[in-house]
């Protein structure tokens, strides 16, 4: 039973995203939005519900190791194989948008305080604060990177119809969200049967689940050719995800954080961090730098089991 509604809520994801691309496309060309700026705020903020949802679940539940976990976990995600399958199946990546100079800090900014947060062994509600205030000046550098961007035309640009528009986007987030809910708590109970430790599944199955918008999303946006809609996407992403997630979380409930025990793992985060900000400073929007992503990847599931 579990298998099938795994199978079901994939499938709904898979349309969700389809919508969430579609209409926010339409929204970017109506205002003259840069894709980019869609992918960072509106997508990146949808799909970051799954993560927020589960992380803020289980810091009222007193499972702090999990809130946290899920956060670095979909950041490793997010990077190595999101942008990973990216690079392998777009047919040509061209941002318009100059990622490094702009936008590549940010992949950075947050998992550094992070880890300046969590010396003492915790995140305050005071550190909460922070990363919301952070978030705060993450959505105002996108707002006024956007005015300066040159206005995009289309002619279509009449037909754009809110309510519908509206409808659409919003089927799609529920459709995105209540699919990852569904196939995180299927693939959960699979994972249960076969033993899996909670840190792991914290780490792994609740980080891949509540991956999986980003991940189709993203794909979605590559294979429609809209390669800064869909980074754009990951970066936004990973910003909210320690900004309100774990900003959220910590606010609920101070959540424990070992530095030493999770070395590898948070160590893992901030190298691919590092790496997305070499790749968009080299421009190495290929295949090359998707098999280099999902080689780090690899090697971080092989050293956790």
């Known amino acids: 039973m579990d298998i099938l509604i795994f199978i079901v809520a994939m499938s709904a994801l898979i349309y969700g995203a389809d919508f969430i691309i579609e209409q926010s496309e339409k929204i970017a060309l109506h205002f003259d939005i840069n894709p980019f700026i869609i992918g960072a705020t509106l997508i990146a903020l949808g ?35 999101v942008l990973g399958v990216i690079f392998l199946i777009a047919k040509k990546i061209n941002p318009t948008r100059d990622l ?18 969590g010396i003492d ?3 305050s509600a005071t550190d909460g604060i922070l990363f919301l205030i952070l978030m705060g000046g993450y959505l105002h550098f996108l707002i006024q990177s ?22 659409f986007l919003l089927v799609g987030f529920i459709f995105v969200v209540g699919g990852a809910d569904f196939a995180i708590d299927s693939a959960g109970n699979i994972a249960r049967d076969f033993g899996v430790s909670e840190w792991l599944i914290g780490l792994f199955l609740v980080a891949f689940g509540t991956s999986l918008p980003e991940l189709t999303v993203a794909i979605k946006a590559a294979r429609a050719n809209n390669a800064d809609m869909a980074i754009g996407a990951i970066i936004g992403s990973n910003v909210a995800n320690f900004t309100m997630v774990l900003g959220l979380s910590s606010i609920l409930n101070p959540l424990n954080v070992d530095l030493t025990t999770n070395l590898f ?37 092989l050293n956790s089991f």
Do not use: C, H, R
């Not at 803020?56 to 997010?78: C, H, K, R, Y």
């Not at 490094?100 to 947060?117: E, G, N, R, V, Y």
């Open 146 to 167: 956007n005015q300066v961007e040159e206005a995009q035309e289309d002619e279509d640009k009449d037909e754009f119809e809110w309510s519908k528009s509206l409808s």
């Open 265 to 301: 793992d948070i160590a893992a985060a901030l190298i691919v961090s590092i790496m997305l900000v070499f790749i968009t400073a080299n421009k190495l929007y290929n295949k090359s730098a998707g098999i280099a992503l999902l080689t780090v990847l690899a090697l971080v599931i």
């Open 121 to 123: 062994g915790k995140l």
């Open 47 to 81: 799909t970051s519900l799954p993560e927020m949802a589960v992380s803020m679940s289980a810091s009222l539940q007193g499972s702090g190791d999990i809130a946290v976990a899920n956060v670095i976990g979909s950041t490793i995600f997010n990077i190595s194989l």
């Open 100 to 117: 490094f100079a702009k936008d590549s800090a940010w992949s950075l900014f947050p998992i550094l305080i992070f880890i300046l947060m």
